[in-house]
């Protein structure tokens, strides 16, 4: 089945710059690859996802790409702020629609330094 | 995006009792799913709600512990049965819109003393 490998598990980043989580998959027939942030007391919020058929998505100061050859996909969030400091997903699935399942990795805990 | 409610959000439950969370979606849905939560890790599947059917269970999960009820495409329940508190967790319902996107409750943050 799917294997879903996330890394850092945490990640510190001055306000400001940049940070980037990276993922990798391991069944080539995933085709679908959400990001998730998870704040303190609340459920995952979806943040961005992307497709099988595209190699970059971008919103605002938020980005992924993916690599389909080598099988890992990234989340970019740029200028970081306070209140990008959180827990982020990433996840892999074929379709969530069927029998097939979405997978997780084991998050990246986000600190944004002042 | 779908608009999930789900009740309790918190509870602290005594070992040995049984708790239900109900969650509740503003729209009809094709998948509504129940995942479990430890404290400071991932998300794990525990099963598929399965609408007028009995639910499709992960490995590890089983009915008798976890029971689920789907009865339409808008409602779901999960029974977290003979607590212990190995049981004291984050569960989220999650529901699938066409086109794959997944999204979360706000959970049920459970206790069990």
């Known amino acids: 089945g799917e294997n879903v490998e996330q890394h850092p598990s945490t990640l510190s980043v001055q306000e400001g710059d940049s940070a980037v989580i990276k993922c990798t998959y391991s069944d080539s027939a995933s085709n679908y690859f959400p990001w ?33 050859t080598a099988k890992h996909f990234s989340l970019h969030i740029t200028e970081t702020q306070p209140e990008d400091s959180a827990v982020y997903f990433c996840a892999a699935s074929i379709a969530v629609n069927r029998d097939d399942k979405i997978i997780f990795g084991k998050g990246t805990r986000l600190h944004i330094l002042p | 995006s779908a608009v999930i409610s789900q009740k309790p959000s918190r509870d602290i439950c005594q070992r040995g009792t049984s708790l239900t969370i109900q969650c509740q979606v503003d729209s009809q849905v094709t998948m509504m799913f129940w995942y479990r939560q430890q404290p400071g890790q991932s998300l794990t599947l525990i099963a598929t709600a399965n609408q007028g059917s009995e639910a499709t269970y992960e490995s590890g999960f089983v009915i008798d512990k976890f029971p689920i009820s789907r009865p339409n495409l808008t409602f779901s329940t999960l029974t977290v049965s003979n607590m212990s508190p190995e049981d004291s967790s984050i569960y989220l319902c999650s529901v699938a819109s066409i086109g794959d996107t997944i999204y979360f409750g706000e959970g049920s943050w459970l206790t069990v003393v």
């Open chain 1, 36 to 68: 998730y942030k998870q704040e303190l007391g609340k459920g995952p919020q979806l943040i961005i996802d992307i497709r099988s058929n595209v190699g970059e998505k971008k919103d605002q100061r938020i980005a992924v790409t993916l690599n389909k």
